[in-house]
């Protein structure tokens, strides 16, 4: 289970003092990514989702939530992914993050074939253990960029559209400010950028598919 802490107890103590009852504490910061990477990858949204977690995790702000008196400390990470469903609705689909690609992109087919049947987000063992990053592909359409996904939960969340026809991909990040500033938030972008461009080393290494 997460570890409560007061904001003393962490490095976030002056950002929360700001940000704390502030009426609108999310930044979006929106960054056109390279993913050229993923061309011909069979499950281009699993990569993607991957690429948040890895990034995620060398960040370590992405594992202090915080709450109305201080922060909950985390050990893991999780996606949380939106799916359509078989009836036609949406509901949402909780993925661990795992650093092997491959038994993660095990997790990610079986759960969320399992949501898009029943229509329900399928319970996984240690789901309040981890601190979850928000995600939604609107890939209907090109999006240039999110603003203002206001949510009652004050977890990072990012959001894209269609890759275009350049094998680019804006996508925008949303996090609270007590959580991290600017320049965590770049730094986490710089480091995602880096993480989808390590399938095409995997690409490179193990042929036409990264499986």
Known sequence: MPRFLLPGQTARATAFSLWKDSAMPMVTLTKTFDVSALQGQPHVNACLV????QAASRIPEFYLLPESDGFFAYERLAVNVIVK?????????????????????????????RAATSGECPGIEGADDCMVIGTSALTVTELDSAVNACSPWPNPYLIWGRIRTDATLPVS??????QMDG????????TLQQSIGSFGHLHTRQGSSII
């Open 50 to 53: 991957w690429a948040i977690g």
């Open 85 to 113: 469903t078989e009836s036609g609705g949406i509901c949402d689909c909780l993925i661990p993050w795992k650093p092997d690609f491959t038994a993660f992109l095990q997790d990610y087919l079986r759960l969320t074939r």
């Open 173 to 178: 990040f949303q996090f609270h400010h007590a």
């Open 183 to 190: 320049y965590e938030a770049a730094v986490f972008l710089e």
